[in-house]
């Protein structure tokens, strides 16, 4: 009897938190009746029908919308911060190129907002905002009084929105302010596993990284309960994952990445690479993360595989099984980086890494 009861709960329970996750298709189409029109929105059927672009066009992607092909603009020329490698006066945003590098603002010299608040400054320093008369300044060193990241020294943030403190340096299973774990699969740069965790009763803490228990990825889900993490034995946490909708032919969604899963960690692992390097100390510092500062002093493919595995962390699953002309259009920038990216070339072994996910995309 008590048996029944259990399994009546249950399938209760089962059915309340069973809200099936509905997505989209995305595949190619063949012609529409407008010949400009490169996407075609079926809003019976939720379904988007992609289509090319002659030669000299390319196709806006929409959000279950129509669309159609544009002329493509000439790209206006990039500006680059100071301390990035220039060729000519021009490609500086100061307007200053000097030595092959763009030059900036001295400290203790007049600076103004330009792109960003701190673009006119020489790497080191930041344009001191609150001051009537904004000047550069040396950025802030760990653990001295700040009221944003910006103001702090490289691969440093304002934590707490009290002091600079150096990235990673909270180890596992210390306390973390409840602030600075607000990611939805609780990654915090500060901790030195990346990964935080907020208890029931308020009090965040560094842990080590959670990972999909799942063996084969992509792992098709259908609700975010199926996306819970492995558990920590420490501690008995674990937490729960989002099921996200990929642009593919079939609708299907994935679990997403945790911080310990292999695209996200290794993200992380490059990143903290290039930390180390000391480059970013070279480049302004809203410029010291960007593929700006990388192109300027890493070897190309060293450049470009950071940024091939940011992406993956960050886009994971949503071009997972997209077909051809879903990836030319809404993913362009991932076939742009698996065609620069050569993991051959690479340090490390990602040669798996690699066929795995042309493989997904292309299935
Ligand atoms: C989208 O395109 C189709 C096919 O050309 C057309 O029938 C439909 O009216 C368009 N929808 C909108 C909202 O413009
Ligand atoms: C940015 O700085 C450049 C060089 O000082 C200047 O020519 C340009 O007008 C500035 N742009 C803005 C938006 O302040
Ligand atoms: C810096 O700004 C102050 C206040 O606006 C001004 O008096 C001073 O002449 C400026 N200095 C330079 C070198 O432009
Ligand atoms: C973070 O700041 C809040 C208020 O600004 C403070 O109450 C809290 O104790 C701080 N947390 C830590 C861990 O420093
Ligand atoms: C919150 O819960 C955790 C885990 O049970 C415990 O370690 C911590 O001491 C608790 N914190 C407070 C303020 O009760
Ligand atoms: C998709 O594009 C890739 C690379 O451009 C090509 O090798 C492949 O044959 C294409 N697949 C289809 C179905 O068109
Ligand atoms: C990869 O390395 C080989 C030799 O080490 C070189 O010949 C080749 O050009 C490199 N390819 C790329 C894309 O850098």
Do not use: H
């Given at each position: 009897?008590?048996?029944?009861?259990?399994?009546?709960?249950?399938?209760?329970?089962?059915?309340?938190?069973?809200?099936?996750?509905?997505c989209?298709k995305f595949q190619?189409?063949?012609?529409?009746?407008?010949?400009?029109?490169?996407?075609?929105?079926?809003?019976?059927?939720?379904?988007?029908?992609?289509?090319?672009?002659?030669?000299?066009?390319?196709?806006?992607?929409?959000?279950?919308?129509?669309?159609?092909?544009?002329?493509?603009?000439?790209?206006?020329?990039?500006?680059?911060?100071?301390?990035?490698?220039?060729?000519?006066?021009?490609?500086?945003?100061?307007?200053?190129?000097?030595?092959?590098?763009?030059?900036?603002?001295?400290?203790?010299?007049?600076?103004?907002?330009?792109?960003?608040?701190?673009?006119?400054?020489?790497?080191?320093?930041?344009?001191?905002?609150?001051?009537?008369?904004?000047?550069?300044?040396?950025?802030?060193?760990?653990?001295?009084?700040?009221?944003?990241?910006?103001?702090?020294?490289?691969?440093?943030?304002?934590?707490?929105?009290?002091?600079?403190?150096?990235?990673?340096?909270?180890?596992?299973?210390?306390?973390?302010?409840?602030?600075?774990?607000?990611?939805?699969?609780?990654?915090?740069?500060?901790?030195?596993?990346?990964?935080?965790?907020?208890?029931?009763?308020?009090?965040?803490?560094?842990?080590?990284?959670?990972?999909?228990?799942?063996?084969?990825?992509?792992?098709?889900?259908?609700?975010?309960?199926?996306?819970?993490?492995?558990?920590?034995?420490?501690?008995?946490?674990?937490?729960?994952?989002?099921?996200?909708c990929a642009k593919n032919t079939e609708g299907s969604?994935?679990?997403?990445?945790?911080?310990?899963?292999?695209?996200?960690?290794?993200?992380?692992?490059?990143?903290?690479?290039?930390?180390?390097?000391?480059?970013?100390?070279?480049?302004?510092?809203?410029?010291?993360?960007?593929?700006?500062?990388?192109?300027?002093?890493?070897?190309?493919?060293?450049?470009?595989?950071?940024?091939?595995?940011?992406?993956?962390?960050?886009?994971?699953?949503?071009y997972v099984g997209a077909d051809?002309?879903t990836?030319?259009?809404?993913?362009?920038?991932?076939?742009?980086?698996?065609?620069?990216?050569?993991?051959?070339?690479?340090?490390?072994?990602?040669?798996?890494?690699?066929?795995?996910?042309?493989?997904?995309?292309?299935a």
């Amino acid at each position: 009897m008590s048996g029944e009861k259990i399994m009546l709960i249950l399938v209760v329970a089962f059915i309340a938190s069973s809200q099936s996750i509905i997505c989209p298709k995305f595949q190619c189409g063949s012609s529409f009746p407008n010949s400009n029109q490169c996407i075609y929105f079926d809003s019976t059927n939720k379904a988007t029908y992609i289509s090319s672009c002659s030669k000299g066009t390319y196709c806006p992607p929409t959000n279950q919308a129509n669309s159609t092909c544009q002329t493509v603009n000439p790209k206006p020329i990039s500006r680059s911060y100071p301390g990035e490698k220039c060729s000519s006066n021009t490609n500086c945003i100061t307007g200053v190129c000097s030595k092959d590098v763009c030059s900036g603002i001295a400290r203790n010299q007049n600076c103004s907002l330009n792109i960003t608040n701190n673009a006119l400054c020489e790497p080191g320093n930041y344009c001191d905002l609150t001051l009537s008369n904004p000047v550069c300044t040396e950025l802030k060193s760990n653990l001295a009084f700040c009221t944003a990241g910006d103001q702090c020294i490289y691969g440093a943030g304002c934590y707490n929105n009290t002091y600079c403190l150096l990235y990673g340096s909270i180890q596992n299973y210390q306390i973390i302010a409840k602030s600075e774990c607000t990611n939805a699969i609780g990654y915090s740069p500060y901790c030195q596993s990346g990964q935080c965790y907020n208890f029931v009763n308020g009090t965040s803490i560094c842990i080590e990284a959670f990972e999909s228990p799942y063996f084969d990825s992509p792992f098709q889900c259908y609700e975010n309960s199926a996306c819970v993490s492995n558990i920590n034995i420490k501690t008995g946490a674990a937490i729960q994952g989002a099921c996200n909708c990929a642009k593919n032919t079939e609708g299907s969604a994935f679990c997403a990445q945790f911080v310990g899963d292999y695209y996200f960690s290794r993200a992380i692992e490059l990143w903290e690479k290039w930390e180390k390097s000391g480059n970013p100390s070279k480049c302004n510092i809203d410029a010291a993360y960007t593929p700006g500062c990388l192109m300027s002093y890493y070897k190309s493919n060293d450049a470009y595989e950071i940024l091939y595995y940011n992406y993956l962390a960050t886009n994971y699953p949503t071009y997972v099984g997209a077909d051809n002309c879903t990836l030319n259009v809404y993913f362009s920038d991932y076939l742009f980086l698996v065609e620069e990216y050569n993991p051959i070339n690479s340090s490390g072994n990602q040669v798996f890494g690699l066929a795995l996910v042309i493989a997904l995309a292309l299935a």
